[in-house]
């Protein structure tokens, strides 16, 4: 969902990246930076409102992506009343732990947020099934996996989630052939560039040589991909 902070937010939460983000980000098997947060509100299944050392704002999961439910466009979309029902039910009133990657606020100047149910012992895939709520998300087949660069630390590990989340037809997954693929429709359509992990390619949305989904990883910008190391594509030059 979109929602834009006001000034005196945005400041906030500056301030508090500023406090919490002077490491370096830990190497995979160290336990990650954690900022302790009160959820306020939740707006749908992958944005909720957290009170944080004086921030107060909204936080959007990274790495996922539900289907919507207040979309002034898209409307209701299959499967996202149940998605933000989940969220609710699991999240709402709940103390968690924010985890931050290296983009830490998106183009609608939310907050960008793992979500940590509990605190764990390190950051290895096994603690992320079993704590974070990014992959509940996607385990439970509530979500999507959408990996947007720089913030693809767990995305190896979502991809395996989602992937057996599939495999099994939960949640969205399970879903009758038209609307599930709305919903895979959905999610290629909102993305402006679409990668290629193994490739190192990327390519417009409507290119007709699209990677596996599980090789994808998305751009906001023409400038983002290239900057990661991505070439264009010949065919579909973007």
């Known amino acids: ?15 508090l990246f500023s406090c919490v983000f002077c490491a370096v980000i830990p190497a995979a098997g160290e336990k990650p930076e954690l900022v302790p947060a009160q959820v306020l509100r939740v707006v749908d299944g992958d944005t909720i409102k957290v009170r944080a050392d004086g921030f107060e704002g909204a936080v959007r999961l990274i790495g996922v992506n539900t289907p919507e439910t207040k979309h002034p466009s898209k409307g209701v979309e299959p499967y996202g009343p149940e998605a933000a029902a989940y969220t609710k039910k699991i999240l709402d009133g709940r103390r968690v732990f924010l985890e931050f990657d290296a983009q830490r606020l998106d183009r609608y100047r939310r907050v960008l947020a793992y979500v940590w149910l509990s605190e764990p012992k390190d950051d290895s895939p096994q603690e992320v099934q079993k704590r974070m709520f990014n992959a509940h998300l996607l385990f439970d087949g509530y979500a999507q996996v959408m990996s947007i660069p720089p913030n693809v630390k767990y995305q190896d590990v979502f991809l395996a989630l989602q992937r057996e989340a599939r495999e099994a037809n939960r949640g969205l997954w399970g879903l009758q052939g038209g609307a599930q693929q709305k919903e895979k429709k959905t999610e290629v359509s909102s993305a402006t560039y679409i990668g290629n ?10 290119c007709n040589t699209l990677p596996k989904e599980a090789n994808r990883v998305y751009f906001a910008t023409r400038e983002e991909a290239l900057a990661a190391g991505y070439r264009p594509c010949k065919r579909c030059k973007p």
Do not use: G, Q
């Open 1 to 15: 969902m979109r929602r834009v902070c006001t000034r005196n937010t945005l400041r906030a939460a500056l301030l």
């Open 197 to 206: 992990v193994k490739s190192k390619v990327f390519h417009l949305p409507t």
